[in-house]
C-alpha cells in the first residue's frame, strides 16, 4: 500500500469542494475528484493535475447506493485504503424555503443529497477508512444549522429555510452520533461551517472565497491523532449546536 496519503472529496468538481481538493493535493497527497457529471470531473481533474495535484477522477453520485459502491471499489483498486473522506457535496433544494411554502419534494431533496449522501458516503467508504493509520472524516456543514444561532435574534443565519438549513441541522446530530459509535476506533469525525462563500450554491452572493471556505476542512481533514471528534468548527473556532 502506498505511503502517500489518500483523500477521497465528495462534489469536488466545483465551488468549495474544488478548492478542498486543491489545498489536500497541496500538501502532496493523492485526491479522488468525486463528481457525478463526467465532464465536470474530468475538467476539474485536469485543472488539479495542471497544478501539480496527484487527482483522479471518482464517478460518484452521493444519492446512489450502486454509485458509491463503484466509487469505494475504485478507490479500493487504485489505494488499498482511505485515509481522508470529505463529504462535501450539497444542495439547498431549491425554492421557497419557507416552512409555510416549501414543497415537501424540496426538503426531502436536500435531506438526500446533505444527510443520507453522507451516510451512504461514509458507510460505503468505512472499511477503507478503517485501514488507515489515521482516518479522518470532515462533513461539511453550515452555521445556519446551528438551532443556538438560529434562536439568537443577533446571529447572521440567513434567509428562513425549511430545507437546507434544517438538513445542515440533522447532519450536525448525525456526526455527534458518529463520533459516539466510533469514539473507541481512531477515526476521527468532524463537521465544518466553511462560511458564506462566493459559490452556485447562493448564485455568488457569499462573501468568502472557496478558498477560504475550504480552509477549516482541510484543517479538520490534517488533525493529530489526539484532535477533536464529533464537534463543529469554523475559522474562529467552535460553532454552537
Ligand atoms: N457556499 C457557501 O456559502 C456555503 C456555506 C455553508 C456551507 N456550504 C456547504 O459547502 C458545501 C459545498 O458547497 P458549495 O458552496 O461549494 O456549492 P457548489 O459550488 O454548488 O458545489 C456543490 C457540489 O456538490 C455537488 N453535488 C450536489 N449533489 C451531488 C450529488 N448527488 N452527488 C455528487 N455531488 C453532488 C455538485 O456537483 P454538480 O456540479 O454535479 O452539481 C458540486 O460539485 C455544501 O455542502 C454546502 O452546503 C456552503
Do not use: H
Not at 416549501?102 to 449522501?117: H, K, S
Not at 435574534?153 to 458518529?178: D, H, R
Not at 465544518?192 to 481533514?221: H, M, S, W
Amino acid at each position: 500500500m502506498s505511503e502517500q496519503t489518500i483523500a477521497l472529496v465528495t462534489g469536488a468538481n466545483k465551488g468549495i469542494g474544488y478548492e478542498i481538493a486543491a489545498g489536500l493535493g497541496a500538501l502532496g497527497w493523492s485526491v479522488g475528484v468525486g463528481a457525478r457529471d463526467e465532464e465536470r470531473r474530468e475538467a476539474a481533474v485536469e485543472k488539479l493535475r495542471a497544478a501539480g495535484v496527484d487527482a483522479f477522477g471518482v464517478p460518484l453520485d452521493v444519492t446512489d447506493d450502486a454509485s458509491v459502491a463503484v466509487a469505494a471499489g475504485l478507490v479500493e483498486k487504485r489505494a488499498g485504503r482511505l485515509d481522508v473522506l470529505v463529504n462535501n457535496a450539497g444542495v439547498t433544494g431549491g425554492l421557497p424555503q419557507e416552512p409555510t411554502r416549501v414543497d415537501p419534494a424540496d426538503v426531502r431533496t436536500a435531506v438526500e443529497t446533505n444527510v443520507i449522501g453522507v451516510i451512504r458516503v461514509t458507510n460505503g467508504m468505512l472499511p477503507l477508512l478503517r485501514r488507515s493509520a489515521s482516518p479522518r472524516i470532515v462533513n461539511m456543514s453550515s452555521a445556519v444549522g446551528s438551532l443556538t444561532r438560529q434562536t439568537t435574534p443577533t446571529a447572521e443565519t440567513g434567509p428562513i429555510s425549511a430545507a437546507y438549513a434544517p438538513s445542515k441541522t440533522f447532519l450536525n446530530a448525525v456526526t455527534v452520533q458518529y463520533a459516539k459509535e466510533l469514539r473507541d476506533t481512531n477515526i476521527l469525525i468532524n463537521a465544518a461551517c466553511p462560511g458564506y462563500c462566493a459559490t452556485d450554491l447562493n448564485g455568488f452572493r457569499g462573501v468568502r472565497t472557496p478558498e477560504q471556505g475550504a480552509a477549516i476542512a482541510i484543517r479538520l481533514a490534517t488533525l493529530p491523532d489526539d484532535g477533536p471528534t464529533g464537534g463543529f468548527f469554523e475559522d474562529a473556532g467552535v460553532v454552537p449546536w
